[in-house]
């Protein structure tokens, strides 16, 4: 990955006791933004999570490689380009708490605006119109991070058309992913496994689970299965463990197909476990929502239709193997090198607009 650097001033805007996929997006981020001018990190402590001043170690770490400032809670930031993570920190109080001066301001928008069903997944009107009323800019956008949280936030937009006046990008602000893809195994075995975070709306109903992990499955591995083991939920044929008790990359020489389905009233916005699971070769079946940004790489599917597919590609090693395959495109597409030429297209273009 090459590039000049442009000279453009970057501010960032996040809440960095986000533990998941947030501060990793921005973590990734940084490494990339941080070639193309001086980069600050400003710091919001949040009603949310609370006074303490704890940044996680995901995002500490790339600030700390590249030597960046970190600011807490400065009542003025400015910058030619502002780029705020995650706007739903907001959504326990009722003002930002600093003003925002930019040429350029981007609200990324790690979190779906609804959940499936059509209700709202939080106050979104009162996250942004805190950060509208904070910010004096020439150009205001709302970045969507995946196909899904882009659909999310059309139809919320549609319906408080006139209320809000932002536009959207182009283009998805998309995760920056790992494009290699490790080897499949070749025969692929009926080892079937998840892994999630272990809240409840990142499971599916056990019904659910019993279809995508049954008893002649020759391994079913769930990691983060924290509350079923705490339910005491009795299925002898599933090796659940505990989130953070396994290392991912371990997780992934157990398995051969990643199964993820989560809870009806829930989506993933992005779904870093799902372009994990590509990078390491493995076969990935989830819904068609969740899936929709990985294209054909993953296997859009219901919850009954796992075991069919599993065992068709089991039974044909070299469908498995083309499957796995499909994953490298779609990943370079999410690569550092794409964000880079993605953020560098925006940035010469005349300022105001969003592609």
């Known amino acids: 990955m090459s590039g000049r ?10 809440e960095p006791r986000f533990s998941g996929g947030t ?5 990734a981020e940084l490494r990339v ?4 001018g001086p980069v600050v990190v400003h ?3 949040s009603t949310m999570f609370g006074g303490d001043r704890h940044v996680a170690p995901v995002l500490r770490q790339a600030i ?11 009542p003025e930031i400015k910058a030619d380009v502002v780029i705020f993570h995650n706007p739903s920190f907001l959504k326990f109080q009722t003002t930002f708490g600093g003003r925002i001066f930019a040429r350029q301001l981007i609200v990324v928008t790690h979190e779906n605006f609804l959940r499936p069903g059509g209700v709202e997944a939080f106050d979104v009107a009162t996250c942004l119109d805190q950060i ?3 910010t004096l800019a020439l150009s205001k956008c709302l970045a969507p991070i995946s196909v899904h949280n882009r659909a999310t936030m059309t139809e919320w937009l549609s319906a408080h058309r006139g209320r809000l006046d932002w536009k959207v990008l182009g283009s998805d602000w998309f995760n920056i992913c790992v494009p290699d893809v490790s080897e499949p195994r070749d025969p692929p075995r009926d080892r079937r496994g998840r892994h999630s975070r272990p809240t409840r709306e990142k499971f599916p109903p056990l019904a659910d689970l019993d279809l995508c992990f049954p008893p002649h499955s020759e391994a079913n591995v769930i990691l983060g299965a924290d509350f079923l083991m705490a339910a005491e939920v009795a299925r002898p044929h599933w090796t659940m463990l505990a989130f953070g008790s396994l290392d991912v990359a371990r997780f992934f020489e157990m398995v051969d197909f990643l199964v993820y389905f989560t809870a009806p ?4 916005s992005f779904g870093r476990v799902i372009a994990e699971a590509l990078a390491a070769g493995k ?12 294209g054909d790489a993953v296997v859009a599917c219901r919850p009954e239709e796992v075991d069919r597919l599993v065992q068709g590609f089991v039974a044909a090693p070299d469908s498995y193997t083309a499957q796995v395959q499909r994953a490298k495109p779609v990943l370079e597409a999410l690569s550092a090198s794409a964000f880079h030429r993605r953020l560098v297209q925006l940035l010469e273009l005349e300022a105001g607009v969003c592609v």
Request: glycine share 4%.
């Open 132 to 134: 509208d009323r904070a």
């Open 43 to 45: 710091a919001r402590r």
């Open 23 to 27: 501060s990793a997006a921005v973590a």
């Open 265 to 268: 009233t829930w989506r993933e």
């Open 64 to 74: 700390d490689e590249l030597s960046l400032p970190l600011i807490w809670d400065a």
């Open 5 to 14: 650097p442009i000279g453009t001033s970057f501010a960032y805007v996040v």
């Open 33 to 36: 933004t941080a070639q193309l």
């Open 283 to 294: 076969v990935v079946l989830t819904d068609p929502d969740t899936g929709a940004t990985f």
